[in-house]
Every structure is written in C-alpha cells, then in structure tokens.
C-alpha cells in the first residue's frame, strides 16, 4: 500500500509564504510523478503544479512564478514553496503520486491552505 501524508498547511496572510510537504511511504516504484492539486470551496479541483521522475516541472498560469516544486527522492518527499499566497490560493491541497509502470494515481488527504487577512 502507498500512503501520501500532506503538512505545512495553515493560515497565512496575503502575501505570506508557505511551504507545503509531501511524504511517501510504501512499497512503490521510484520511477513516478507527484503533482499537487487544490480545491477551493464551490470549485474543481485543479493542477496546481507537477513534477516528473526526471525533475520536469509545469504550473499552472495561475502560481507561475510564485510557487516551487521540487522533491527529495532520499526523503520520498515533494514540495511546493508558495510566495506572495493571494486569497484566491485558499483551498484545501492534495498530492498526487502518479506510477508509470504499471499506471496508478495515488492521493493524499489534504491539507487545508487559507490566505486571508
């Protein structure tokens, strides 16, 4: 079984940063992809940023510049740094683990991220 345990979530102001962690535990294959999505209340859950095996990097138009992920395969770790958080950020945030071989998605139970002054 592969479980995805999410912290760094909490309230911050505009502006503020956070940084988000993802730790993976399990037997899985070393050769996947994490991405972390959110969800705001009333709304679809979206892609927020996604990193491959091989440390390919996409955002979303919405956290380009702002937001960093990154991962630590000794720790089984991903990570996404988010700066200059917007009230629009609010949400709760999940990290996928996405296996190439055989394919499965993998999810976590979220995190809640509020930006709010």
């Known amino acids: 079984q592969v479980q995805l345990v999410e912290s760094g979530g909490g309230l911050v102001q505009p502006g503020g940063s956070l940084r988000l962690s993802c730790v993976a535990s399990?037997?899985?294959?070393?050769?996947?992809?994490m991405g972390w999505y959110r969800q705001a209340p009333g709304k679809q859950r979206e892609l927020v940023a996604d990193?491959?095996?091989?440390?390919?990097?996409t955002y979303s138009d919405s956290v380009k510049g702002r937001f960093t992920i990154s991962r630590d395969n000794a720790k089984k770790t991903v990570y996404l740094q988010m700066n200059s958080l917007k009230p629009e950020d609010t949400g709760v945030y999940y990290c996928?683990?996405?296996?190439?071989?055989?394919?499965?998605?993998?999810w976590g139970q979220g995190t809640q991220v509020t930006v709010s002054s």
């Open positions: 996928q683990l996405r296996r190439v071989f055989p394919p499965r998605d993998y």
């Open positions: 990193i491959t095996s091989g440390d390919a990097t």
């Open positions: 399990g037997s899985f294959f070393s050769i996947n992809n």
